[in-house]
């Protein structure tokens, strides 16, 4: 299979999944992005109605945070269980396994397009204008897809190794909301922390990232966005070999799973 | 060139785990020390009981998994198929976009796949029900779907699994029809099936396979007469 057939193959399949699944829902396409508005909702109602957040425009500020994190959530939770979920094709065809979770992925930022129109809508109806700084959107769009891609080849791999593993990955994912801040800003911590958040979580630091673009209109740490980009890719070509040289050793823990 | 076989099979064993209970492995045995060849425009048919290894030594050959010890060898270059009952449908796409995902999976292009599916739509006979997510089809349709979306693709060894068993009387003759014209040139077949009479028609040479071994080996007939022996037997 050649790149161009693969990578056809890949947005086909992501295509044609879009379309099942928006014909399976009464609401259809709009669950596109009535479903992340509703996770905002009901942070929203927590943060600033129960507990009474102080933060000046509070729901901008989760929506620039939550919806991209739940980009990474779910497409890292739905590419996770891909290949187990293929078992027909797996069992019939010898593809490379790759596949499933990047056609997974795929999906997902189809979706996310939709998903940054809505924000970019609401932060021109909130008076927030794009600046050029607002380019550096594209290279933190881009880590974060890195990150995703990254994180859901080799999660794909464990879950087909042993099953077990999804419910670390679910845990994981919870763990990640709580410490990335999405709903609260690691720039609020003491200063010792705020760096060793978004040190150390590239989650928390692209979350970062994109705030300061849209909101203050800062562009985010240069170099700091290229490390975690680079080690994405490295550890995302990884798991592209990983599962390219144990293909048939997923397709059996599939077959017999 | 013709000398060399198109797929052959030294000395193939294979068991996997499989867990019945929490903490357990499992271990199942299903072929043990399996050797055989397949010639270019062979068609070679493998009966045997359900749970034989029937299943597994296609998926062997299609190299979809590994043997456990001993070596499969396909001509370099050589594209093969698995077609089989039910399996690699994704439930909620239509029949159309199964037979077009199934088509690029076996290395057609995007474009050639397109061209080739009112083909397909008119070979299953589905009619509307070609438009309709597979998950509201029969198993007879599924077989339609698979069989026909799997024959119009030009491959050098076709691996069938049961697929010609299923479906109406009339279907299985239109498709035992269709794989007849294919078998007269080259095309290399391995052929799994209960049907005996499809296996006296189509086949030129049958295996059979009884708890992972080769128990027979020659024409279907005297291999066929071989197997119901002990079946006859044991009732």
Known sequence: MTLSQYATLMDTMARL????DASRYFFGYVWWVLEPLLYVLVFYVVFELILQNRKEDFVVFLMCGQLAFVWFSKSLNQASRSILGSKGLVGRVDIPKSLFPLATIQEGLYKQAAVFLLLFAVLLAKGYTPSLVWGWLLPVMLVNYLLIVACSLFAAYLVCWVFDFHVFISMATIFLMFTSGVFWDPRDLDPAMTYWVLTLNPLAFLLDAYRQIMLEGVAPNAAHLAIVGSIALLVALAGLAVLRRHSRFIALRVITS | MNDLPMLELVGVSHHYMARKSSFDHGLHHVLDNVSLRVMPGDTLGIVGRNGAGKTTMLRLMAGIIEP????IRRRAGASCALLSLGLGFQDSLSGRDNALISAMLQGVSK????ASLDAVREFTELGDSFEEPVKTYSSGMRARLGFASGLLTRVDILLIDEVLSVGDAQFRDKAL???QQRLGGEQTVVFVSHAEGQLKA?????????????RAEGTPEEVIAQYRQPVAALR
Do not use: F, N, P
């Open chain 2, 111 to 114: 474009r050639d796949a397109l």
């Open chain 1, 17 to 20: 999944s879009l379309k099942a």
């Open chain 2, 202 to 214: 189509l086949c030129d040479r049958a295996v059979w396979i009884e708890q992972g071994q080769l």
């Open chain 2, 177 to 179: 029809a269709a794989m």
């Open chain 2, 68 to 71: 456990r010890q001993g070596v």
